[in-house]
């Protein structure tokens, strides 16, 4: 009796064990782990993207999505579409997302899609505590890298090596390079709706009668409107019946980006030709361009719009304020005169 006993024991035991095991098993086929390479080609246009509508490098979020979400493999990855590790704070309202980190149970932000996480992550960085990484070029990986560890983003002392390392064993900073579109030839028979602009060395641009003074390409946008570059900023040319509400669909921008990037009030009216950048204008001009000579018409927006730079260092460049007025033959310097 106690035998019986005794096998019916052992055979509920291997029963349970074998329902583990299959468990176990069951788990590692619907949970397959993605490689780095797997990762960065699914999810480097989204960055791409990112890069061309906040001007954050690609390459950096790129390597912070890498290193936070371990290539997409970590539970708060899977399970909370978060690839950036950004916990709930005050200010979240979404869904949320409970485990352990520094501390016991902590609230991590939940999203419905990947796309979501990387944008979020664009606007978690849109801080104040942020701001000085905005004024770095746009291929300076490294000193984003330590200005997110400056700033608090993480708490390993070893971050900013961490996602340098990444970025150079990955080839990353091939993401922040302007993205080859079509050829000419392609470009001409994507439709006849579209107006392809060839720069020339004189700078000519479409509905600007001045010119840009730059020889970079440009690239042709999936929409109606073509993204230029200036001084490293991208930029489009506004068309009739263009708004601030019209380009933000457009080009998936928050509503404060253009009039902050291109210094309007928020009600402003756009005018056909107009110049808007799509990511903030640098501290200074390219390289070469020490200075401009007014021209009749001229005033200090319009050479800061041309230039790329930002209107409060083209104010500090020249000893001006913004209630200054300019002159024909007037000398503006646009780089710090020192």
């Known amino acids: 009796m106690e035998d019986t006993q005794n096998i019916k024991k052992y055979k509920a035991a291997g029963l349970k064990l074998f329902f583990v095991v299959c468990l176990v098993f069951s788990n590692s086929l619907i949970f397959s782990q993605i490689t780095r390479e797997e990762y960065i080609q699914t999810y480097k246009a989204i960055a791409i993207a990112e890069m061309h509508r ?49 501390k016991r149970h902590e609230c991590f932000r939940k999203y419905s899609s990947v796309e979501e996480s990387y944008k979020d992550h664009s606007g978690f960085l849109q801080k104040k505590r942020y701001a000085d990484l905005f004024k770095l070029t746009p291929d300076d990986y490294k000193g984003w890298a330590r200005g997110l560890k400056k700033a608090g983003y993480a708490t390993n002392p070893k971050y900013s090596a961490l996602l340098i390392s990444i970025i150079e064993e990955n080839k990353l900073y091939e ?55 200036n001084n490293r900023v991208k930029y489009i040319v506004a068309r009739e019946n263009d708004t601030f509400e019209s380009l933000n669909k457009e080009f998936d921008l928050m509503t404060w980006q253009l009039p902050k990037y291109n210094e309007l ?74």
């Open 54 to 102: 906040t001007g954050i490098p690609a390459s950096i979020t790129m390597a912070q999505a890498l290193l936070e979400s371990n290539n997409g493999n970590s539970k708060l990855a899977r399970r909370a579409k978060n690839h950036f590790g950004i916990k709930c704070h005050s200010s979240w309202t979404g869904k949320t997302y409970h485990k352990t980190d520094d």
């Open 265 to 338: 009030p928020a009600d402003a009216t756009l005018k056909e030709g107009q110049l808007l950048y799509l990511q903030p204008k640098r501290n200074k001009a390219e390289t070469g361009k020490m200075e401009h000579i007014v021209e009749k018409g001229e005033d200090l927006y319009f050479i800061s719009q041309k230039y790329a730079i930002k209107l409060k260092k083209l104010l500090k460049w020249n000893n001006l304020n913004k209630d200054s007025q300019i002159k024909e033959g007037d000398k503006i310097f646009l780089r710090n005169p020192k």
């Open 175 to 229: 993401l922040d390079k302007p993205q080859k579109k079509n050829t000419i030839k392609e470009k001409e028979s994507i439709a006849e709706k579209k107006t392809v602009v060839e720069e020339k060395n004189t700078g000519k641009k479409e509905g600007n009668d001045k010119g840009i003074t730059n020889n970079n390409k440009i690239e042709i946008a999936s929409n109606s409107h073509q993204i230029l570059i």
